[in-house]
């Protein structure tokens, strides 16, 4: 534990020293806010879900018309984030809880309540879980708490962070005590931004990464002298002096 603590530690470090400490929202957006987009960006990427979040409130500019709105035209309103069906009837259950739970559509209690009490009341609801309960209590109540998507659960595999971790919630649990304290927010914002621009799902720009000595995964490129990613495929555990990190590009 103490070994991997370091290794996160360490990586957190260089992801901020090559893509820099992320600002925080300022404002934060509201709880109820920050839920509902979250619900929208399950299983689709930012540009849509925001697309769709974007035309919900333009259409609905309070969270009562939305509890109101015909399901249909709710789900034609968030049709470009995907599983419109499922989503609109998710939000539609949420916020319906919300005010039988508050008397309102607001979840400023919250600011009250222990991470712990937060994360149980939130996974309660229909279609929350533990990463989007995660992403309320990090990006709109401003508390220590790391989430983890499928993409920082490739990422934080692929580093040997969580290994034998086999889903986002495993790896949920298990970084759990390894997030350096103060860095849950940097150290989340910077992998999204890394595994889009380097550590891409397919086809990742080993040739660039600064982690390259850091990593473990199985399907990583060799790095040449020339610091370009070599064809052949390795499957060894590189030494650190073999490599030099080098600055990311296009970021």
Same mark, same amino acid.
């Given at each position: 534990?103490?070994?991997?603590?370091?290794?996160? @530690?360490?990586?957190?470090?260089?992801?901020?020293?090559?893509?820099?400490?992320?600002?925080?929202?300022?404002?934060?957006?509201?709880?109820?806010?920050?839920?509902?987009?979250?619900?929208?960006?399950?299983?689709?990427?930012?540009?849509?879900?925001?697309?769709?979040?974007?035309?919900?409130?333009?259409?609905?500019?309070?969270?009562?018309?939305?509890?109101?709105?015909?399901? @249909?035209?709710?789900?034609?309103?968030?049709?470009?984030?995907?599983?419109?069906?499922?989503?609109?009837?998710?939000?539609?259950?949420?916020?319906?809880?919300?005010?039988?739970?508050?008397?309102?559509?607001?979840?400023?209690?919250?600011?009250?309540?222990?991470?712990?009490?937060?994360?149980?009341?939130?996974?309660?609801?229909?279609?929350?879980?533990?990463?989007?309960?995660?992403?309320?209590?990090?990006?709109?109540?401003?508390?220590?708490?790391?989430?983890?998507?499928?993409?920082?659960?490739?990422?934080?595999?692929?580093?040997?962070?969580?290994?034998?971790?086999?889903?986002?919630?495993?790896?949920?649990? @298990?970084?759990?005590?390894?997030?350096?304290?103060?860095?849950?927010?940097?150290?989340?914002?910077?992998?999204?931004?890394?595994?889009?621009?380097?550590?891409?799902?397919?086809?990742?720009?080993?040739?660039?990464?600064?982690?390259?000595?850091?990593?473990?995964?199985?399907?990583?490129?060799?790095?040449?002298?020339?610091?370009?990613?070599?064809?052949?495929?390795?499957?060894?555990?590189?030494?650190? @002096?073999?490599?030099?990190?080098?600055?990311?590009?296009?970021?």
């Amino acid at each position: 534990m103490a070994a991997l603590k370091k290794k996160t @530690a360490r990586i957190a470090r260089l992801l901020e020293l090559h893509l820099g400490i992320p600002e925080r929202r300022t404002p934060p957006p509201e709880p109820l806010d920050m839920l509902v987009a979250t619900i929208l960006s399950q299983n689709t990427n930012d540009k849509n879900s925001h697309r769709a979040y974007t035309e919900l409130r333009r259409r609905y500019p309070t969270w009562e018309l939305v509890a109101e709105a015909r399901p @249909a035209s709710l789900q034609s309103a968030i049709r470009t984030g995907g599983m419109a069906g499922q989503k609109s009837a998710n939000i539609r259950e949420t916020l319906a809880s919300i005010f039988r739970r508050y008397g309102k559509y607001d979840l400023s209690p919250l600011r009250r309540k222990s991470n712990g009490r937060i994360i149980e009341e939130l996974t309660g609801l229909k279609g929350v879980g533990a990463k989007t309960a995660a992403c309320v209590l990090l990006f709109s109540l401003g508390r220590d708490v790391f989430p983890v998507d499928t993409h920082v659960h490739r990422l934080c595999t692929r580093l040997g962070l969580s290994a034998g971790s086999t889903s986002p919630e495993r790896t949920y649990a @298990a970084m759990k005590e390894l997030i350096p304290p103060g860095k849950a927010h940097s150290f989340h914002t910077n992998l999204i931004r890394f595994g889009r621009t380097v550590c891409r799902s397919s086809n990742p720009r080993c040739g660039v990464c600064p982690l390259f000595a850091q990593c473990r995964f199985e399907g990583r490129f060799e790095r040449r002298s020339d610091g370009k990613a070599a064809k052949k495929r390795v499957h060894r555990a590189p030494s650190p @002096a073999d490599h030099n990190f080098m600055l990311l590009d296009n970021v």
